[in-house]
């Protein structure tokens, strides 16, 4: 049996407490909740949660949030305890180590932790049991399968090549469901004329599929995250500080005040990525905003590259994400593809995350 409390209950946590409810996993149980304002807790025997009247529980509860409280509740479970941040706070992530030396396991999609400082990583690597041999059902774990490509099993086969003994040449890849809706629509080998690049993010804005203000997708930074956190995995010690990013945003939007005046600017850049997007054609390939861990060569980071038609990133349709990794079993190449964001995909990463720690408890 494992005791679960959700610190954070948007899209995702909510998400996650509706497949909980719709398998009835009875090894799982929900004994806290908490947002920003308010938590709510289970008695001292750790009875399970409602998992359909909990949003009421929640706003109904007078009780302040407070992590520290929340947390040491799940310290004192007598059974397994796992924390699941579904903020995309870094003071969140902040916390982790204090909770996986408290004995609580953390999973998450929250890429903060994963991919900020290399210091706060390499202490949540050294304590989470996972990554090391484990002593007992108490020994914490971390599992954040979420943090790239949602509930793809990127980061469970990258550590199955280490853990094997493979050696990780290249790992490459459209990490992002924003940037890949946009240049699969933009950028093709099609005869039929495209939508100009600012239309283009104009109705991924309005499909919801960027960022408020869509320079948060365009500037790569959300690539440069999943790119360092795959590259921590396979062994390098990448530091967004001096990971390589190109930003597609031009230069004089960068700076502006509002989205809004981002968005009205945009059209006067057209034929900026029209000219880009017209010599990949000449070449016969397509443009593609891509992330890259290069092992041997040294050169990882977020380019905006060109592709022939032939290879896998030229086909990919609507938001998919697509990760290929070059490693010495695999030389021709292995590749994960399919819906990398998205509330019930990125829940399915996190649910199997807490399965993968229940089976541990349960074996030993």
């Known amino acids: 049996m494992v005791n679960i409390g959700i610190v954070g209950v948007g899209l995702v946590g909510?998400?996650?407490?509706?497949?909980?409810?719709?398998?009835?996993?009875?090894?799982?149980?929900?004994?806290?909740?908490?947002?920003?304002?308010?938590m709510v807790i289970s008695d001292t025997e750790y009875k399970p949660l409602s998992l359909t009247q909990w949003k009421q529980e929640l706003e109904g509860s007078n009780v302040a949030a407070d992590l520290g409280v929340f947390a040491k509740y799940l310290a004192d479970s007598p059974e397994h305890a796992v924390i699941v941040d579904c903020t995309a706070s870094d003071?969140?992530?902040?916390?982790?180590?204090?909770?996986?030396?408290?004995?609580?396991?953390?999973?998450?999609?929250?890429?903060?932790?994963?991919?900020?400082?290399?210091?706060l990583y390499k202490e949540i690597v050294s304590l989470a049991a996972n990554l090391g041999p484990s002593t007992g059902a108490k020994t914490p774990m971390a599992y954040h399968e979420s943090t790239v490509g949602a509930g793809?099993?990127?980061?469970?086969?990258?550590?199955?090549?280490?853990?094997?003994?493979?050696?990780?040449?290249?790992?490459?890849?459209?990490?992002?469901?924003?940037?890949?809706?946009?240049?699969?629509?933009?950028?093709?080998?099609?005869?039929?004329?495209?939508?100009?690049?600012?239309?283009?993010v104009k109705v991924a804005k309005e499909l919801g599929y960027t960022e408020p203000d869509p320079r948060d997708d365009l500037n790569g930074m959300d690539v440069a995250r999943k790119v360092t956190i795959c590259g921590r995995l396979a062994g390098l010690d990448l530091d967004l500080?001096?990971?390589?990013?190109?930003?597609?945003?031009?230069?004089?939007?960068?700076?502006?005040?509002?989205?809004?005046?981002?968005?009205?600017?945009?059209?006067?850049?057209?034929?900026h990525f029209s000219k880009l997007n017209e010599e990949a054609k000449k070449e016969g390939q397509v443009l593609r905003c891509v992330g890259?861990?290069?092992?041997?060569?040294?050169?990882?980071?977020?380019?905006?590259?060109?592709?022939?038609?032939?290879?896998?990133?030229?086909?990919?349709?609507?938001?998919?994400n697509i990760i290929k990794f070059t490693t010495k079993y695999f030389p021709n190449g292995l590749i994960i593809q399919g819906a990398g964001a998205g509330a019930a995909v990125t829940s399915y990463g996190i649910f199997s995350d807490l399965l993968k720690i229940q089976e541990r408890v349960e074996g030993f």
């Open 292 to 320: 890259l861990v290069d092992v041997k060569g040294g050169n990882s980071g977020v380019k905006l590259l060109k592709y022939p038609g032939s290879h896998p990133f030229a086909s990919l349709q609507g938001s998919d």
């Open 152 to 200: 793809l099993p990127v980061l469970s086969t990258l550590t199955d090549f280490v853990k094997t003994g493979d050696e990780i040449e290249k790992i490459e890849g459209i990490f992002s469901g924003t940037l890949s809706y946009l240049f699969n629509n933009f950028s093709s080998l099609s005869s039929t004329g495209s939508q100009s690049f600012s239309e283009n």
């Open 241 to 271: 500080s001096t990971l390589p990013v190109e930003n597609i945003v031009p230069g004089p939007l960068q700076a502006v005040a509002s989205a809004d005046e981002f968005m009205a600017k945009l059209p006067e850049f057209d034929d």
């Open 14 to 38: 909510s998400e996650l407490l509706a497949q909980l409810h719709a398998t009835s996993a009875k090894c799982l149980k929900i004994v806290g909740l908490t947002n920003s304002r308010n």
């Open 91 to 119: 003071a969140v992530s902040q916390l982790y180590p204090a909770w996986l030396k408290a004995g609580v396991s953390v999973v998450t999609p929250n890429k903060k932790g994963f991919s900020g400082s290399l210091d």
